[in-house]
């Protein structure tokens, strides 16, 4: 089954970097936004596996906002894992990205292994 991944970044070269590093995925399905407007509707219409969501980003969403909006939605919260993206690292940080919801929480700049695993932890394909 092709799991739809969803990337949703402001920082065109981040969102590169996710994509080159996810293409090498058997049967996955990448789509990108670069603002948490467009990805949360994009979300609604694609109702992926999982989303590589950016916290600190400019527009009417950020990304505690939209992982709390997938997390509240019932078609989304069932089966949409949320891995949030961030360069802040504080304690209260990671406490916002539980409250929000989220299923795992990466700091940048990571390693594209930590990545994968992260990806294939959230996909259910550890071994």
């Not at 709390?68 to 891995?83: C, M, N, S, Y």
């Not at 700049?109 to 695993?117: E, Q, R």
């Amino acid at each position: 089954m092709t799991a739809r991944i969803l990337i949703v970044d402001d920082q065109p070269d981040i969102r590169k970097l996710i994509s080159l590093t996810l293409q090498h995925l058997e049967d996955a399905e990448l789509h990108e936004a670069d603002n948490g407007g467009d990805g949360w509707r994009m979300a609604k219409d694609l109702k992926p596996d999982l989303m590589l969501l950016d916290v600190m980003m400019p527009g009417e969403l950020d990304g505690y906002q939209v992982c709390t909006k997938i997390k509240q939605d019932p078609e989304l919260a069932a089966h949409t894992k949320v891995i949030l993206l961030t360069a802040r690292a504080q304690q209260e940080d990671l406490d916002a990205g539980a409250r929000a919801g989220s299923d795992a929480y990466l700091t940048k700049a990571f390693s594209p292994l930590k990545l994968l695993d992260t990806v294939d932890e959230m996909l259910g394909r550890m071994e």
